[in-house]
């Protein structure tokens, strides 16, 4: 069992900056994949941002809509998962979530051209990230 919480969220203006950060009780170091996904009220819960690493190293996916704005970062020896996020817009409005699968899903995020929620078996609880305008 793994377990994953969020902290770092909060309420900031729009062009700000938050970071959130996601600790995770067991890390896999051969392969793994973890992401951050967000859900926003009466929308599904969507993929932002997902870094894995396998065999052929670490590789990192982003949705469209926070491309150039987010960065998704580890700290191995801290077990602690990253989002750098800028230039919030209000529509990033939403509770982020961190979560955690112990195989490489790179593959798989390319083929689809998005982060799948239902490829990941473990959940952080959420941090709630709102954004005035």
């Known amino acids: 069992q793994v377990q994953l919480e969020e902290s770092g969220g909060g309420s900031v203006q729009a062009g700000g900056s938050l970071r959130l950060a996601c600790k995770v009780s067991k890390w896999y170091y051969s392969e793994y994949c973890l992401a951050w996904f967000r859900q926003a009220p009466g929308k599904e819960r969507e993929g932002v941002a997902a870094l894995c690493s396998g065999a052929r190293g670490e590789d990192t996916a982003y949705a469209d809509a926070v491309k150039g704005r987010f960065a998704i970062s580890e700290d191995v020896p801290k077990n602690t998962l990253y989002l750098d996020m800028n230039v919030l817009q209000p529509e990033d409005t939403a509770t982020y979530y961190c979560?955690?699968?112990?195989?490489?899903?790179?593959?798989?995020?390319?083929?689809?051209?998005?982060?799948?929620?239902?490829?990941?078996?473990?959940w952080g609880p959420g941090t709630q990230v709102n954004v005035s305008s």
């Open positions: 979560a955690s699968n112990p195989d490489e899903l790179m593959t798989a995020i390319r083929a689809l051209g998005k982060i799948a929620p239902g490829w990941f078996k473990y």
